[in-house]
Each structure stands twice: as structure tokens, then as C-alpha cells.
């Protein structure tokens, strides 16, 4: 079973800047089979970057996704007031498809 | 537009039983893996379980395996969660999730609004 540990567990920044996080499995995802999705309170997930590198469809060119094996990374270029919000990532290369325990995004 | 719809979630007993339905619309809902995911109350995302597009293969977590039941039935486009032997630690919101991709295991690209599942005496 693998595991994913999200760090931060809050990141406080300001809009305009950039935010890294950081997801780490306990083991090597296949075939860099991980996804990352955005929440926001009282929202239900929204699909961000899937493949560790690929934006979903209508994502801003400012979500990028990077990694592979046990380290991948969601970068947002430059932040704006509408992606302070939970950041979850997941992979779905064997079952059980597991989540991290989530990054908070919040203004500084 | 592609929509799913939860319904189901009410207030039962520990012990007790309860079957979430999950209305699918705006694709052929038939072609896709579906999924169950919960959240508990102030909690990150927990994946349940997931069906393939024929109903044949089936996975769960392991907090909820051998007490939850997923099926769905293509003729009526609809997704079920059958949860027996309910813990407090079961209380939370079910969201309903569709996979992205044809006839496979993956990310989900699409989800309902959630429907909440409380566990109380």
C-alpha cells in the first residue's frame, strides 16, 4: 500500500508569489500515475493535474506538476486570490488509490 | 453536461446500515470506472472504493472492506454504496466520482456535490 505525505501541511503566502508542494510516496508511483486536485470550502474537488505533469482540461498555465517515482511537486507560478484553497494529490497506480493528507493554501 | 447526484445520506445508528445512490447523466456511463471518496467533517479526502465499467472487478479500502458493498447498474446509470456495520468513524461526506478515462483505473475528472453520512447514537 502506498502512502502519500504532503508538505507543507500550510503554506501562508501572499497573492503574486509562487507556492511549491510537495508530495512524497512511500513507495514508487507507476508510471507517474499521480494526480493533484484543488478544494475549496464547501466545494467538491476539482481535477488540477494528472500524470504527474499534465493539466487537466480549463487549468491555468500557472498549475504545473513535475516528478516521478517517490517525489512530485504541483507548482503554482504566481499566485492568485482564487487558489488559496486545500491541494490534495493522489495516485491511482494500484489500489488503494490514495490521497494525501492535503496542503493548505492560505493568504499571508 | 456530465452530472452525477448523490442522495442516501441521513442519520443512522452504529450497526447500522444504509445504501448511497449516485445518479450519473451527460455521458455514456457505461464506458467509465466509478468511485466512491468520503471526507470526513474538517478532514483531507479518503478514496473508498472504486467499480469497473462492467461491474466485475471491484477494490476497497481497507477501512471499509467487508462492511461496504459497491455496485451499479448501467441500465439505470447509477452507482450504489451499500455500508453495513456503520462506526462513528464513517461519518462524512460521500462524494461520487467518475473515472477520467475509458474502460481503466485512474484520476477522477468529474464529481457530485456529495451526500452526508452521519453515524451517531
Known amino acids: 500500500e502506498i502512502v502519500l505525505t504532503q508538505s507543507p501541511g500550510t503554506l501562508s503566502l501572499s497573492p503574486g508569489e509562487r507556492g511549491t508542494l510537495s508530495c512524497r510516496a512511500s513507495q514508487s508511483v507507476s508510471s507517474s500515475y499521480l494526480a493533484w486536485y484543488q478544494q475549496k470550502p464547501g466545494q467538491a474537488p476539482r481535477l488540477l493535474i494528472y500524470?504527474?505533469?499534465s493539466r487537466a482540461t480549463g487549468i491555468p498555465d500557472r498549475f504545473s506538476g513535475s516528478g516521478s517515482g517517490t517525489d512530485f511537486t504541483l507548482t503554482i507560478s504566481r499566485l492568485e486570490s482564487e487558489d488559496f484553497a486545500v491541494y490534495y494529490c493522489?495516485?491511482?497506480?494500484?489500489?488503494?488509490?490514495?490521497f494525501g493528507q492535503g496542503t493548505k493554501l492560505e493568504i499571508k | 453536461e456530465v452530472q452525477l447526484v448523490e442522495s442516501g445520506g441521513v442519520v443512522v445508528q452504529p450497526g447500522g446500515s444504509l445504501r448511497l445512490s449516485c445518479a450519473a447523466s451527460g455521458f455514456t456511463f457505461d464506458d467509465y470506472t466509478m468511485h466512491w471518496v468520503r471526507q470526513a467533517p474538517g478532514k483531507g479526502l479518503e478514496w473508498v472504493s472504486l467499480?469497473?465499467?462492467?461491474?466485475?472487478?471491484?477494490y476497497y479500502a481497507d477501512s471499509v472492506k467487508g462492511r461496504f458493498t459497491i455496485s451499479r447498474d448501467n441500465n439505470k446509470n447509477s452507482l450504489y454504496l451499500q455500508m453495513n456495520g456503520l462506526v462513528t468513524e464513517d461519518t462524512a461526506l460521500y462524494y461520487c466520482?467518475?473515472?477520467?478515462?475509458?474502460?481503466?483505473?485512474?484520476?477522477?475528472?468529474?464529481w457530485g456535490k456529495g451526500t452526508t453520512v452521519t453515524v451517531s447514537s
Open positions: 467499480i469497473n465499467w462492467d461491474g466485475r472487478s471491484t
Open positions: 500524470g504527474a505533469s
Open positions: 493522489q495516485q491511482y497506480g494500484s489500489s488503494p488509490y490514495a
Open positions: 466520482a467518475k473515472d477520467a478515462l475509458h474502460y481503466y483505473y485512474s484520476y477522477m475528472d468529474v
